[in-house]
Every structure is written in structure tokens, then in C-alpha cells.
């Protein structure tokens, strides 16, 4: 028997075992998946792909406007600056969320075992919290004038600030707490890779001389890289995909308007569905590229 | 100087936390008294009928007991119906109208904002009361005449029923106490120039900053300038061509009126202490002095500061006596009622007693906004309810003067943001108002494009 026909034996031989060994109740569930996602996102989403397409307003029959709400995103203030409020969220807060949880974790990881978790479970516990109770809280902190830190600021000796009536100050408010309600989850994460490494190495690094600022430079944040590459990447959609801080918690003007908040006026209260979906196209736009290059970043320092 | 050790950093960080958050709440005591929100009532069944009517209102306290008190009315008369009416919170219940009707699954009994309604078809939305009430003329002599006015109708038809409004802008709130405090009568101010002047003299500075506001138009800005407009005998909106046009020497001089309020030689309100976002909740803490949010504001302001509110006064240039009082709050039914003629009977038998005068003198023992029924207050038991006297005399001075420009921009917030941008000194005026009609005009057209004008 040739070399070939002795493969293409082989290989049917495997296509048949493959085959005995599908599971019907696998196939099943696979289908029910399938079904599920395709109900849940595959449909929402051409449909908002076919709306981006429509003037409509839920009540009217759509009708047909072409690319025409295309070329008005291009050519629309308010969308450039919902984006640019966007970006300017999005990389402060992961900035400033990424170093704080980073911080937290490495203090923690310094800890005595038993002050680990006491120091894990208190910063945890804004992300157990309610959002809306957590917004609520905060905007009576921020209240001008009789405002609970305000009041701190004042007995310091220092001025009141204006903070959610400033246009300048209102979306670091925003910063601030949503950097608190989730510095938890993140230095948890952070907290469990620092624990993976290998203590023989850091032990090494201490014998030839290395304090902990350098060990975090030359080996903690390397191994991390992978932790790092993950939280960039849920931070950034979840950052932009943020509502109800901004809705609750708005600043005057546009200061605190968002994709998010702008796509949801102009569908909710606009009424204006159509562009509204072209809105949001844009956003799954900007998301799915800012993760390519994320990902591609990491492939290529990986590599 | 010691060297911190770990243990010592612990202990100073973990004192000093509990310092500064013990510190921060203690001294908050009177914080308690600032309202809270709370979550949403669960809804409340009344009946055990066969015919099941599903109610939806406005989580706002007299709405509710309204709504609750002519379900439970009928039901106690004998009707064979279930009732459900549910509370649900303002941004929450405009959020889900519309979607709601468009799926078919709306309440039967709405409570709703003409505003909501302006950018689509509102035959399409709910059922033609036409004749179900009794005729249009009937009720135009029942109800103040302009509040059946607020909606273009296709062909003249009633699709909703007023009820009531806070009417923003078109009435001044006032805290009675400081006013008294000064000697300023506030019924003696006759024009805007008035209220100003007294604005001014109510206004505190305390070490350059501002801690009382003599006088804040933040929550009104854009429907005072169309007001002012209208005043001066201008026009911002062109019914038959659908555009917008704020950008005029009279929308100029509206615009800079509001910026010498907070900018001007003498600022009567400061963005340091109050935005159109916080007015209310500075008001409540006894910050502002006068304010335009609404005559429902004077039900619901803590006591002490003896809230009252007169019609907004007009300029003293004045060349047409109106006032523009944004939205009122209506009823309407699902039109899918206009298939089940038992159910519809029961809807619009529940929705007569809403409006009925037993009803809405009771409303009055709650509510300090002005009522859309004429004559309810022609009735002398208006006179004995807390805030009858005040609805009466506001409604009777304001409802004859109010206009409406019938537009089709269902949110007006972004020309609202334009003005405060403007008075924030951001942009100049010239450019908000460019910026406010170019939004304005492209939701109209928009708008009108669908409706199919």
C-alpha cells in the first residue's frame, strides 16, 4: 500500500471517529448558543445597521434616507464633541484606574496575610455596591455649597469648589468615582497576578540588590503585561460604553456628554432612531479599531 | 524625624481616613432635610373585576394619589374593572412611551407631556377623543382655551386632555421669607426690570463669592428668550415653513438680558452655586432668593421659606402680553381601545373622574401648579385647599396669556445648552443662538419629514 493511500485510509478513518464521537445534547446546546447569540446581537445588530439607513421615530413608517445620516455624523458638532468627551474619559480614567489598582495591589501584596484580605474586602467594596446607590452618593459629596467635601474644604480653610456646576470640573467628578467604584475589581486582578509570580525570582532580584521599585520596573510589570493587555481592553469598552454615570451625574453644557449619552438623546428623547443608530455604528467603529490595535500592540511585544 | 514604618503609615492612613470621613458627616446634620431619591412606589392594584386597566403616572406624590384616588372612585361605584397604577419616574416613563406604543404594550390611562409628543404623528400615538368627552367646543369652555393649543392636530382633533403644569417660566417663585426680610413686596413687582432690581438688592456676597442668588433664570433660559421674543413683538418660529430663527436682534437682546444676571455689574446668580442641573435643590437650601422653575415648586419647598410665585412680569417694553410656559401634563388613551368598546367605556369613564372637579380640588391640597380646567375654579371650594388660592389666582393671570409656537422638536435641551454656554461666557451670544437654530432646524426638519408636512 502506497504512502498516500495509507493517509487518505488515516484520514477517513479519523473523519469517521470524529463523527461517532458528536454529542446530539453538544450539538444541541451549540445550536441553542448559536440561536441565542444570533437573537441577542446578530440581529439587533443589522437591524441597527438597516435603522442607521431610516429617519424613524418608532411610531412613523421609516423612511429611506440613504447615507444621508452618515455624512451628518462627519459633518456634526455635537457628535465630535460627545467623542472628544469620550476620549478624553476614557484614557484619564484607565490612566488613572490602571495605576491606582496596580498601586493598591502591590501595597496589598506587601501586606501581612490577614491585613491582605481586610485591605481587599474594603476596597471591594464600592464594586458590591449599587451603581445608582454609588452615583447617588457622590453627587452629595459634589453638592456646591453644603456638599460633604466642600464642607472638608472649607474647614481646611480651603475655597469651595463648584464641581458638577463647572464645566471644567464636572467630568473629573466623574473620573473620580467611577476610578473608586471600580479600583476593587481591578487591584483584585492585579493582586492575583502579582501572587503568580514566582517568589525564587523576586527573592533573586532582593539577593543581587533589587528594592521593590526596581522589581516592579524590571520584572512585576513585564510578567503582568498579559493583566495589563486585558484590563486596557475591558476598561476602553466599558469606558465608552458608560451611561448611567453621565446621565446621573451630568455636568453643565456639554462637558459630560458622551457617545453613549448622545446616542441615547437623540433616540429617547429626540426621537430621532435612525441617526441615533448611526451614532451608534460610529462607536462599534471606534471600539472595534481601538481593540485591533490593542490587540495587535500586544501580539506584537508578545512576539 | 522618625522614619514611617509600615505599621505606622497604617495606623496614621486608617486614622486619619476615619477622621475625615467622621468629620465630613457629622457636621452634615441638617443634610437630612434635602429631599432623597427613592426608588420607584410598586405599582397598586384597586379592584377585582374582570375588565383589567393599567394606569401610568409620573412618580410625582399628587399625581399618584390622583391617579389612585379616581381608580379606587370607580371601582368603588361598582364597576366591574382591575386597576393598575403604576408609578413610574419621570426620564423613565418619557423613555418608554413611545417605544411602548409602538409595540403595543402601553399603559391604557397615560399621563404624559406634550413635549414628548411634537416630533411624530400624534394620531398615530393615541386614541381620538373626539365626541368621547363631549365636543371640542364643550371643552373649550370647560378648560383654559390655550391648553388645548399646545399640539398641531391633524384636522382639529383632541387626542389628549389637559390636566395640569408647573408652567416654567411663566411664573416667578419667590422665598417669602427673604422678601419679607428685605421689604420687598414681590406683588408690587409689575415688569422684568422690577424683579431684577429686586434680584439685586436680595443677592449675598460673602468674601467675593455669591451665597445667596437674589435672582436665577438658569432652569428657564431658553423659554425666556423665547418669551421675551414674543414680548417685544418678534418671532422665533415660522409655523408654516417649520423654521427656527432665534438668531435675531430681539433673541440678542434676550440672550444678553440673562448674561447681566449672572456676568452683569451686579450678578444676581453664580454658576459657583447653582446650574440649571442643582437650581432646585439650591433653592431648598434657602440659597436662592427667586427662581423660574415652576409654580409646582411652591408645594414641594421646605416651609420655613414661605414660597409663593406671581406671574413671571414682563418687560417693560412690552408689546404683546404673553407668557410661554414650555409644556403641560396631559392624559390621553391607548388607541387600542378604540377595538374594546367595554374597556374603552371604563377608560374614559376613570379619565372624567381624573378630571373632575372632586378630583382636582383635591389635587390642590397637594399640588401648587396651575390646573387646566377653568371651571374648577369657579368653584368656592377652591378657596380652602392649601394651595387652591394660589393655583387659582396663578392660573387666571397666566392660561389667557400663555402661546405656544406648535413646533416639532420633541427635545430642546441642546438650544437650552447653547444659551447656558452663552451666559457661561464660553461662546458668544451671536454663536449660541446660530448654534440653537442650526440644531433647532435640522430636528424640525427632520421632524416634519416624517410626519409628512
Same mark, same amino acid.
Given at each position: 500500500?502506497?504512502?498516500?493511500?495509507?493517509?487518505?485510509?488515516?484520514?477517513?478513518?479519523?473523519?469517521?471517529?470524529?463523527?461517532?464521537?458528536?454529542?446530539?445534547?453538544?450539538?444541541?446546546?451549540?445550536?441553542?448558543?448559536?440561536?441565542?447569540?444570533?437573537?441577542?446581537?446578530?440581529?439587533?445588530?443589522?437591524?441597527?445597521?438597516?435603522?442607521?439607513?431610516?429617519?424613524?421615530?418608532?411610531?412613523?413608517?421609516?423612511?429611506?434616507?440613504?447615507?444621508?445620516?452618515?455624512?451628518?455624523?462627519?459633518?456634526?458638532?455635537?457628535?465630535?464633541?460627545?467623542?472628544?468627551?469620550?476620549?478624553?474619559?476614557?484614557?484619564?480614567?484607565?490612566?488613572?484606574?490602571?495605576?491606582?489598582?496596580?498601586?493598591?495591589?502591590?501595597?496589598?501584596?506587601?501586606?501581612?496575610?490577614?491585613?491582605?484580605?481586610?485591605?481587599?474586602?474594603?476596597?471591594?467594596?464600592?464594586?458590591?455596591?449599587?451603581?445608582?446607590?454609588?452615583?447617588?452618593?457622590?453627587?452629595?459629596?459634589?453638592?456646591?455649597?453644603?456638599?460633604?467635601?466642600?464642607?472638608?474644604?472649607?474647614?481646611?480653610?480651603?475655597?469651595?469648589?463648584?464641581?458638577?456646576?463647572?464645566?471644567?470640573?464636572?467630568?473629573?467628578?466623574?473620573?473620580?468615582?467611577?476610578?473608586?467604584?471600580?479600583?476593587?475589581?481591578?487591584?483584585?486582578?492585579?493582586?492575583?497576578?502579582?501572587?503568580?509570580?514566582?517568589?525564587?525570582?523576586?527573592?533573586?532580584?532582593?539577593?543581587?540588590?533589587?528594592?521593590?521599585?526596581?522589581?516592579?520596573?524590571?520584572?512585576?510589570?513585564?510578567?503582568?503585561?498579559?493583566?495589563?493587555?486585558?484590563?486596557?481592553?475591558?476598561?476602553?469598552?466599558?469606558?465608552?460604553?458608560?451611561?448611567?454615570?453621565?446621565?446621573?451625574?451630568?455636568?453643565?453644557?456639554?462637558?459630560?456628554?458622551?457617545?453613549?449619552?448622545?446616542?441615547?438623546?437623540?433616540?429617547?428623547?429626540?426621537?430621532?432612531?435612525?441617526?441615533?443608530?448611526?451614532?451608534?455604528?460610529?462607536?462599534?467603529?471606534?471600539?472595534?479599531?481601538?481593540?485591533?490595535?490593542?490587540?495587535?500592540?500586544?501580539?506584537?511585544?508578545?512576539? | 524625624?522618625?522614619?514611617?514604618?509600615?505599621?505606622?503609615?497604617?495606623?496614621?492612613?486608617?486614622?486619619?481616613?476615619?477622621?475625615?470621613?467622621?468629620?465630613?458627616?457629622?457636621?452634615?446634620?441638617?443634610?437630612?432635610?434635602?429631599?432623597?431619591?427613592?426608588?420607584?412606589?410598586?405599582?397598586?392594584?384597586?379592584?377585582?373585576?374582570?375588565?383589567?386597566?393599567?394606569?401610568?403616572?409620573?412618580?410625582?406624590?399628587?399625581?399618584?394619589?390622583?391617579?389612585?384616588?379616581?381608580?379606587?372612585?370607580?371601582?368603588?361605584?361598582?364597576?366591574?374593572?382591575?386597576?393598575?397604577?403604576?408609578?413610574?419616574?419621570?426620564?423613565?416613563?418619557?423613555?418608554?412611551?413611545?417605544?411602548?406604543?409602538?409595540?403595543?404594550?402601553?399603559?391604557?390611562?397615560?399621563?404624559?407631556?406634550?413635549?414628548?409628543?411634537?416630533?411624530?404623528?400624534?394620531?398615530?400615538?393615541?386614541?381620538?377623543?373626539?365626541?368621547?368627552?363631549?365636543?371640542?367646543?364643550?371643552?373649550?369652555?370647560?378648560?383654559?382655551?390655550?391648553?388645548?393649543?399646545?399640539?398641531?392636530?391633524?384636522?382639529?382633533?383632541?387626542?389628549?386632555?389637559?390636566?395640569?403644569?408647573?408652567?416654567?417660566?411663566?411664573?416667578?417663585? /419667590? !422665598?417669602?421669607?427673604?422678601? @419679607?426680610?428685605?421689604?420687598?413686596? %414681590? *406683588?408690587?413687582? $409689575?415688569?422684568?426690570?422690577? +424683579? =431684577? &432690581?429686586?434680584?439685586?438688592?436680595?443677592?449675598?456676597?460673602?468674601?467675593?463669592?455669591?451665597?445667596?442668588?437674589?435672582?436665577?433664570?438658569?432652569?428657564?433660559?431658553?423659554?425666556?428668550?423665547?418669551?421675551?421674543?414674543?414680548?417685544?413683538?418678534?418671532?422665533? /418660529? !415660522?409655523?408654516?415653513?417649520? @423654521?427656527?430663527?432665534?438668531?435675531? %436682534? *430681539?433673541?440678542? $437682546?434676550?440672550?444678553?438680558? +440673562? =448674561? &447681566?444676571?449672572?456676568?452683569?455689574?451686579?450678578?444676581?446668580?453664580?454658576?459657583?452655586?447653582?446650574?440649571?442641573?442643582?437650581?432646585?435643590?439650591?433653592?431648598?437650601?434657602?440659597?436662592?432668593?427667586?427662581?423660574?422653575?415652576?409654580?409646582?415648586?411652591?408645594?414641594?419647598?421646605?416651609?420655613?421659606?414661605?414660597?409663593?410665585?406671581?406671574?413671571?412680569?414682563?418687560? $417693560?417694553?412690552?408689546?404683546?402680553? =404673553?407668557?410661554?410656559?414650555?409644556?403641560?401634563?396631559?392624559?390621553?388613551?391607548?388607541?387600542?381601545?378604540?377595538?374594546?368598546?367595554?374597556?374603552?367605556?371604563?377608560?374614559?369613564?376613570?379619565?372624567?373622574?381624573?378630571?373632575?372637579?372632586?378630583?382636582?380640588?383635591?389635587?390642590?391640597?397637594?399640588?401648587?401648579?396651575?390646573?387646566?380646567?377653568?371651571?374648577?375654579?369657579?368653584?368656592?371650594?377652591?378657596?380652602?385647599?392649601?394651595?387652591?388660592?394660589?393655583?387659582?389666582?396663578?392660573?387666571?393671570?397666566?392660561?389667557?396669556?400663555?402661546?405656544?409656537?406648535?413646533?416639532?422638536?420633541?427635545?430642546?435641551?441642546?438650544?437650552?445648552?447653547?444659551?447656558?454656554?452663552?451666559?457661561?461666557?464660553?461662546?458668544?451670544?451671536?454663536?449660541?443662538?446660530?448654534?440653537?437654530?442650526?440644531?433647532?432646524?435640522?430636528?424640525?426638519?427632520?421632524?416634519?419629514?416624517?410626519?409628512?408636512?
Amino acid at each position: 500500500m502506497s504512502a498516500i493511500s495509507i493517509r487518505k485510509v488515516q484520514s477517513a478513518r479519523s473523519r469517521s471517529h470524529a463523527a461517532r464521537n458528536v454529542s446530539t445534547m453538544g450539538v444541541v446546546v451549540a445550536l441553542f448558543l448559536i440561536a441565542y447569540y444570533a437573537l441577542v446581537f446578530i440581529v439587533p445588530f443589522y437591524r441597527a445597521i438597516w435603522l442607521s439607513f431610516q429617519n424613524w421615530d418608532f411610531i412613523v413608517d421609516p423612511i429611506y434616507v440613504g447615507m444621508r445620516n452618515y455624512d451628518h455624523v462627519i459633518h456634526d458638532d455635537y457628535f465630535w464633541q460627545a467623542a472628544k468627551v469620550t476620549l478624553v474619559f476614557s484614557v484619564a480614567e484607565i490612566s488613572i484606574a490602571l495605576i491606582c489598582a496596580f498601586g493598591v495591589a502591590l501595597g496589598i501584596h506587601q501586606l501581612p496575610h490577614v491585613l491582605q484580605r481586610f485591605y481587599l474586602g474594603l476596597f471591594y467594596i464600592p464594586v458590591v455596591v449599587p451603581g445608582i446607590v454609588s452615583i447617588l452618593l457622590w453627587r452629595w459629596l459634589y453638592l456646591p455649597g453644603d456638599g460633604v467635601i466642600n464642607g472638608v474644604l472649607s474647614r481646611f480653610g480651603l475655597p469651595v469648589q463648584p464641581f458638577l456646576n463647572s464645566t471644567s470640573q464636572a467630568l473629573w467628578c466623574i473620573i473620580a468615582m467611577v476610578v473608586w467604584a471600580n479600583l476593587g475589581g481591578a487591584a483584585i486582578i492585579f493582586f492575583a497576578g502579582i501572587n503568580e509570580i514566582s517568589i525564587d525570582l523576586l527573592e533573586a532580584a532582593k539577593l543581587d540588590g533589587a528594592g521593590l521599585w526596581r522589581q516592579t520596573i524590571n520584572i512585576i510589570i513585564p510578567l503582568l503585561r498579559p493583566i495589563f493587555f486585558y484590563q486596557v481592553v475591558v476598561s476602553v469598552i466599558g469606558t465608552v460604553q458608560m451611561f448611567e454615570q453621565f446621565y446621573l451625574l451630568s455636568g453643565p453644557g456639554f462637558s459630560t456628554r458622551t457617545l453613549a449619552v448622545y446616542t441615547y438623546e437623540l433616540g429617547f428623547k429626540t426621537l430621532n432612531l435612525g441617526y441615533g443608530a448611526t451614532v451608534s455604528i460610529f462607536i462599534f467603529l471606534f471600539l472595534l479599531a481601538a481593540t485591533v490595535i490593542q490587540v495587535q500592540r500586544f501580539m506584537t511585544k508578545q512576539s | 524625624m522618625r522614619n514611617l514604618n509600615r505599621r505606622h503609615f497604617l495606623k496614621t492612613t486608617t486614622a486619619t481616613s476615619a477622621a475625615m470621613l467622621g468629620y465630613g458627616t457629622g457636621m452634615r446634620g441638617a443634610f437630612a432635610q434635602d429631599p432623597t431619591p427613592v426608588p420607584t412606589e410598586e405599582p397598586t392594584l384597586i379592584g377585582e373585576g374582570g375588565t383589567e386597566i393599567t394606569m401610568w403616572v409620573q412618580d410625582f406624590g399628587p399625581l399618584v394619589d390622583s391617579f389612585r384616588k379616581s381608580a379606587e372612585a370607580y371601582v368603588a361605584a361598582g364597576n366591574d374593572v382591575k386597576v393598575t397604577v403604576q408609578p413610574i419616574a419621570f426620564g423613565d416613563l418619557l423613555a418608554k412611551m413611545l417605544p411602548s406604543i409602538a409595540a403595543g404594550n402601553e399603559a391604557d390611562i397615560m399621563l404624559g407631556y406634550t413635549d414628548w409628543y411634537v416630533a411624530t404623528d400624534i394620531s398615530r400615538l393615541f386614541l381620538n377623543l373626539d365626541g368621547l368627552l363631549g365636543s371640542k367646543e364643550e371643552l373649550e369652555s370647560t378648560l383654559f382655551p390655550s391648553t388645548l393649543s399646545t399640539i398641531a392636530m391633524p384636522e382639529g382633533s383632541i387626542y389628549y386632555l389637559p390636566y395640569l403644569a408647573g408652567v416654567r417660566s411663566a411664573i416667578t417663585t /419667590y !422665598n417669602g421669607a427673604m422678601y @419679607e426680610a428685605q421689604g420687598i413686596d %414681590p *406683588e408690587s413687582l $409689575a415688569t422684568w426690570e422690577d +424683579l =431684577v &432690581e429686586a434680584g439685586k438688592q436680595l443677592t449675598v456676597m460673602d468674601g467675593g463669592a455669591m451665597s445667596v442668588a437674589g435672582l436665577s433664570p438658569l432652569s428657564a433660559s431658553l423659554s425666556m428668550v423665547k418669551t421675551w421674543i414674543w414680548q417685544v413683538g418678534g418671532d422665533f /418660529y !415660522n409655523q408654516e415653513s417649520g @423654521e427656527w430663527k432665534l438668531s435675531s %436682534p *430681539e433673541g440678542e $437682546a434676550a440672550v444678553q438680558r +440673562l =448674561v &447681566e444676571l449672572v456676568s452683569g455689574d451686579q450678578p444676581t446668580v453664580s454658576y459657583d452655586l447653582a446650574s440649571s442641573a442643582t437650581e432646585f435643590e439650591v433653592w431648598n437650601q434657602g440659597k436662592i432668593a427667586t427662581h423660574l422653575n415652576g409654580a409646582f415648586t411652591i408645594g414641594v419647598t421646605p416651609e420655613e421659606l414661605r414660597a409663593g410665585g406671581i406671574p413671571t412680569p414682563t418687560l $417693560a417694553e412690552m408689546v404683546n402680553d =404673553v407668557l410661554y410656559p414650555e409644556h403641560i401634563a396631559v392624559v390621553t388613551l391607548s388607541r387600542r381601545l378604540a377595538d374594546n368598546d367595554e374597556k374603552r367605556n371604563h377608560c374614559v369613564a376613570i379619565a372624567k373622574g381624573l378630571l373632575s372637579a372632586d378630583a382636582l380640588i383635591d389635587v390642590t391640597n397637594q399640588y401648587s401648579g396651575l390646573i387646566c380646567s377653568k371651571a374648577l375654579y369657579d368653584d368656592p371650594r377652591i378657596e380652602e385647599t392649601i394651595y387652591g388660592p394660589v393655583s387659582k389666582r396663578l392660573a387666571q393671570a397666566v392660561w389667557p396669556r400663555c402661546q405656544w409656537p406648535r413646533d416639532h422638536v420633541a427635545n430642546q435641551d441642546p438650544a437650552k445648552t447653547e444659551i447656558d454656554r452663552a451666559l457661561r461666557g464660553e461662546i458668544s451670544i451671536q454663536e449660541a443662538l446660530s448654534n440653537a437654530d442650526s440644531y433647532l432646524n435640522d430636528q424640525e426638519s427632520q421632524a416634519r419629514e416624517r410626519i409628512g408636512l
